[in-house]
């Protein structure tokens, strides 16, 4: 696909958006024909991509079904009271939507997932399968060791299901292909939030699911493409809208209807939490000397704040006031999916962060098959609104 013959970025935009909802993963199939490598899935937030694409094989993104798939056997794996992501992703692998991938890693988000890990083993069982555990301890001697000896087992793992092994001088490599290409994601949130009207945040989100379900190298030149497209615009103008950060939707995503529902109700979504393995670092990943241990030392150091990484010597909800602060935010919309206890359990710390800071908040639940948003539309609406009557009255 030549994503810089696409004439606009709307048209891009609908293209990324075709090629996310195509569970049957058309660009995976056609990398695994012209490569002969294998293709890896992940879960969602934080799996060390770089490694896998050094060893020759292609990470692949899996968010669940959305709002796309019905769920008929997965429903069967999971109590009621549990998200939606982990029947969701069940349903995908069972009906063959999956078949082309030779592996699943299932990193550290919570007792669901680990226990979803334990499902995958025993429906593929010839399949890669791995739960992916990470630090809770961020001394290098400590945590760190144990990181580095989680991804040394990784990699021989992949070696096994027909991985090549891994050298120095392929892992630097992947590293700087993927700086590229995180370079180039946050430059695309710079830019939204200097003009929010240029970089819808619905069309952003597509490009950003389309980039984990290509290789590294397809997603450079989409996100290249995109941004040109965005550079040549003439036609978007700015309109009179609350500055706003979305945030707790670390893992199972929004319906993109979700989205465009909140940039309707007068929100300009400035920042937010979607797809975060494309900003886990919050810098370039060091190349140069042991790439192993920089992979390690990024992890223990330079990651973002999540509901899903321990907080060592830190405050839950600092990080999301100076994202506020740094984005210009006029308010925060504090979204969590239902039923998720690593969301909900971070919430009250980090409303009351946000509370400290003065900063105006709205909480509201979703889940990745939401159809319905007129209640949330009227709460953001009003959210907005509110935010907007203060700020004039200041």
């Not at 975060?276 to 190349?287: E, T």
Request: net charge negative; glycine share 8%.
């Amino acid at each position: 696909m030549s994503w810089s013959a696409i004439p606009d970025a709307e048209q891009l935009g609908a293209k990324a958006e075709s090629l996310y909802r195509d569970y049957q993963l058309p660009a995976v199939r056609r990398w695994k024909k012209s490569s002969g490598g294998p293709a890896i899935g992940y879960m969602p937030i934080y799996v060390p991509r770089e490694l896998l694409h050094a060893q020759g094989a292609m990470p692949v993104g899996i968010l669940g079904g959305g709002d796309d798939l019905e769920i008929i056997r997965g429903d069967a794996f999971y109590q009621s009271y549990i998200c939606h992501i982990p029947r969701s992703t069940i349903e995908l692998g069972l009906n063959g939507s999956l078949d082309v991938l030779d592996g699943m890693l299932f990193p550290a988000i919570c007792d669901v997932i680990r226990n979803l890990s334990g499902i995958w083993k025993m429906k593929f069982p010839d399949k890669l399968v791995r739960y992916l555990d990470v630090p809770q301890d961020f001394d290098r001697e400590i945590g760190g060791a144990f990181y580095r000896r989680e991804l040394e087992d990784l990699s021989a793992e992949l070696v096994r299901h027909g991985a090549r092994e891994l050298s120095d001088d392929s892992l630097r490599e992947s590293i700087r292909a993927y700086n590229d290409n995180c370079a180039l994601v946050r430059e695309l949130y710079t830019l939204r939030q200097e003009q929010p009207w240029l970089v819808p945040t619905s069309e952003l989100y597509t490009v950003l699911r389309a980039g984990i379900v290509v290789s590294v190298e397809e997603s450079t030149e989409m996100l290249e493409a995109y941004r040109a497209l965005l550079d040549a615009e003439t036609t978007r103008k700015p309109m009179d809208q609350a500055r706003v950060v979305f945030t707790g939707t670390f893992c199972e995503q929004p319906p993109l209807g979700l989205i465009k529902t909140l940039e309707r109700s007068g929100c300009y979504i400035v920042d937010d939490d979607f797809i975060q393995i494309h900003r886990w670092m919050r810098h370039a990943v060091p190349s140069e000397g042991d790439p192993l241990e920089n992979l390690v030392n990024a992890f223990l150091e330079d990651s973002i704040e999540s509901p899903t990484r321990y907080i060592d010597q830190g405050v839950k909800g600092k990080q999301l006031v100076e994202r506020v602060t740094a984005s210009r935010a006029e308010g925060v919309l504090v979204g969590a999916p239902s039923f998720c206890d690593p969301a909900l359990l971070d919430q009250p710390m980090v409303v009351d962060a946000l509370d400290a800071a003065g900063i105006p908040w709205t909480a509201f639940k979703y889940s990745e098959n939401n159809g319905q948003f007129q209640v949330i539309r009227e709460q953001a609406g009003t959210f907005a609104d509110s935010i907007k009557l203060w700020s004039e009255a200041s």
